[in-house]
């Protein structure tokens, strides 16, 4: 049984999900965060599409990092706008009214995590998760803190500037640096010595795809001689919400979040091995 | 002096660029290894100093850094070779392919202006002294 957090779902019968979900309920106009503990969110579209995008938006925006699944409970009227909601920070759309074996699927599929596989290896990750504090450190005198660590359920984006690296050769993947606009300038900012303001767009970018850069090569040069061992790309910057990781390979996706004031930022390694040598 | 600094990251630019200006020095910036050659050309090899990050687009920095030593109008110029990926075969390949010196990012800004001054004194030392003893040879 997961806790699920149902919003605007009162009129909806709901009795094929609480079989697998322990339902909360909430209203998307008064809901300012989301409750501990909450694995899942079903959100119940509403007739107005605008409404619908903009408290996927707002959901999505409230997670903070986490990797909260969004389902959209929609009737078959309903489906084509609320597939708009994929767009801007939903997982996947569930029919109603909802069938209790429709659910089950849904559910599992919403709750593993992408890529898994039980015979992977993850001693790639220590390297990873001192890379962004002792770059960030170094580079900029802040000092990031680990805040959560977890293997991701789809291949999105958390933050709205990314900095990609793809990787390959020994082992095969793509990470990504991504952040949240505010924090992102002021890092950028700190890194050169400037203030926030004077920054343009194109120096964000630019610098985030930079930080990419140095803390991949960073842990890469800790992964030399291992399984793990990669070439990486030129970084490539990616802006908006929820965009797609798109790994080549269908890797398990490692995610580690920190934060710096509060505010999060994460680093997303799918990585895979070509060849496990033991 | 001058110091010519290549790297595709224009923030990277930035930073180099502070540390450089900040010991009263002058820089020339350049995008990529291309732009690099381009550039030494025309200065007519009159730089005192080129950094080179190792991945860059159009012509990586390794491959900048031999075509540099392979041209007798500018082998003598000190290269420091700066990358993301600090490990020793990178660095035995940068000193065997002539690089005065290597530099690891991430880079305390303190440790990279003192290794750019000794970079750019010792090549001073050492063209002083070449232009010294050919006068006492004439």
């Known amino acids: 049984m997961v806790e699920a957090l149902f919003v605007d779902c009162d009129s909806m019968d709901l009795s094929a999900l609480s079989a697998f979900a322990e ?59 609320a597939n708009k909601a994929l767009e801007v920070g939903a997982n996947s759309i569930i029919q109603q009214p ?15 995590p992408c890529g898994y596989d039980r015979s992977a290896q993850y001693d790639f990750i220590d390297p990873f998760v001192n890379a962004a504090i002792d770059v960030i ?87 030399a001689r291992t399984p793990f061992h990669f070439e990486i790309s030129l970084p490539l910057v990616v802006e908006g919400n929820w965009k797609e990781l798109q790994p080549e390979i269908e890797a398990p996706c490692v995610t580690i979040v920190y934060e710096i004031d509060g505010e ?4 997303q390694v799918c990585l895979s091995p070509s060849t496990i040598k033991t | 002096m001058r110091v010519l600094v290549a790297d595709d990251s224009r923030v990277a630019r930035m930073v180099i660029r502070g540390i450089i200006e900040n010991i009263g020095h002058e820089v020339v910036e350049a995008a990529n290894g291309r732009e690099v050659l381009e550039k030494v050309e025309e200065l007519n090899g009159d730089v005192n100093l080129v950094i080179l990050d190792w991945h860059m687009p159009e012509l990586e920095g390794v491959d900048t850094l031999k075509s540099l030593k392979n041209d007798k109008r500018f082998k003598h110029i000190p290269v420091m070779m700066m990358t993301s990926e600090s490990e020793q075969d990178n660095v035995d390949q940068a000193m065997a392919l002539g690089a005065t010196c290597y530099v690891s990012k991430p880079y305390n800004k303190e440790d990279l202006s003192f290794k750019i001054e000794e970079c750019l004194y010792t090549n001073k030392i050492d063209s002083d002294s070449n232009s010294d003893n050919s006068e006492v040879e004439q």
Not at chain 1, 29 to 36: H, Y
Not at chain 1, 156 to 184: D, M, Q
Not at chain 1, 264 to 267: E, M
């Open chain 1, 264 to 267: 999060p930022f994460a680093v």
């Open chain 1, 98 to 112: 909802i069938k209790r074996e429709k659910a089950f699927q849904i559910l599992v599929s919403s709750l593993r």
């Open chain 1, 23 to 81: 339902p909360k309920h909430a209203k998307s106009e008064t809901l300012i965060s989301i409750p501990p503990d909450i694995a899942l969110i079903i959100y119940c579209w509403p007739d107005e599409e605008e409404k619908g995008i903009t408290t996927v938006k707002n959901l999505r925006e409230l997670c903070e990092f986490k990797d909260i699944p969004i389902i959209i409970a929609a009737t078959k009227e309903q489906e084509e706008k």
């Open chain 1, 137 to 223: 450190k170094i580079t900029s005198g802040t000092v990031p803190l680990f805040r959560d660590m977890y293997l991701k359920k789809d291949y999105k984006l958390l933050g709205n500037v990314s900095g990609l690296i793809r990787l390959s050769g020994e082992a095969e993947g793509v990470v990504a640096v991504t952040f949240r606009n505010p924090l992102a300038q002021r890092v950028v900012a700190e890194i050169i010595g400037v203030e926030s303001k004077s920054l343009s767009n194109e120096d964000i970018r630019d610098g985030i795809g930079e930080l990419a850069n140095i803390i991949t090569g960073y842990a890469k040069a800790r992964l």
